[in-house]
C-alpha cells in the first residue's frame, strides 16, 4: 500500500492551479503557432508562450483582460491559457 501511495503522489497534478492572478501581475500568453513551409518554420520548435503582458482587468469566470507594454489591449484570456511570468531572481514555484 505504501508502495501505491508513493506512486499516486508522485503522479498528482501539478501547475499552477493554485495561481490567482491579481491586477499588474506579469504573464505569458499561451500562442497557437503554424507552420509555415515557405519560411522553413515549424510548430513544435516555436515558443508556446508570448509575452510579457500585465493583466490590466479581472473579468467573470477566470478570464483576465491583458495589455501589453505600452497599454495594447492584448485580448481576453482564460487563466488556463496564462502562465506567470517568472523571472531568474522570481523563486521557482513547481
Not at 9 to 25: F, I, S, T
Amino acid at each position: 500500500m505504501k508502495r501505491k501511495a508513493v506512486e499516486r503522489e508522485r503522479k498528482r497534478k501539478r501547475g499552477n492551479a493554485n495561481w490567482n492572478p491579481e491586477l499588474g501581475d506579469k504573464v505569458l500568453v499561451k500562442c497557437q503557432n503554424q507552420s509555415d513551409a515557405a519560411k522553413g518554420e515549424i510548430d513544435k520548435f516555436m515558443h508556446v508562450y508570448r509575452g510579457q503582458y500585465s493583466i490590466n482587468k479581472i473579468l467573470p469566470y477566470s478570464t483576465y483582460e491583458v495589455v501589453d507594454r505600452d497599454g495594447k489591449l492584448r485580448g481576453e484570456f482564460n487563466k488556463r491559457q496564462l502562465e506567470p511570468y517568472r523571472t531568474e531572481s522570481d523563486p521557482k514555484t513547481h
